[in-house]
């Protein structure tokens, strides 16, 4: 499996909070969500993503098209497909404030490029 660093915006997609039992009798939480990668070629391909995030167990899952700032570890399977995505281990997500229902949330949105699926 290959890997790197990435940071971008991204548009989330089927967010869940998922919750992993530890050995210690603790609990982990962590936000999950799909999102896409597009490529620059000129056929513009979506690549797909599973996210994944540590969150304090107070935290809220983002709306759905929400886009958010990312930073983390992206980690690419040998065969990618949608049954088998990439997959980014984030240590940094920060959603953009506003309501991605709203008719003015492009105005919310910084002027970056940010793939939708």
């Known amino acids: 499996m290959s890997s790197t660093s990435i940071f971008g915006f991204f548009v989330i997609s089927n967010a869940t909070k998922e919750v992993v039992a530890r050995g210690n009798g603790a609990n982990s939480h962590f936000l999950c969500f799909d999102t896409v990668i597009s490529s620059v070629s000129r056929d513009s391909v979506a690549i797909p993503v599973r996210v994944r995030k540590w969150v304090p167990p107070s935290f809220k899952i983002p709306s759905p098209e929400a886009v ?3 930073f983390g570890h992206l980690c690419a399977p040998p065969n990618v497909s ?6 980014i281990n984030a240590s940094k997500v920060k959603v953009v404030p506003g309501d991605p229902n709203s008719d003015n949330y492009q ?11």
């Open 68 to 70: 958010v700032l990312l």
């Open 107 to 117: 105005d919310c949105l910084p002027n970056y490029c940010y793939p939708t699926g």
């Open 82 to 87: 949608d049954s088998n995505p990439l997959f």
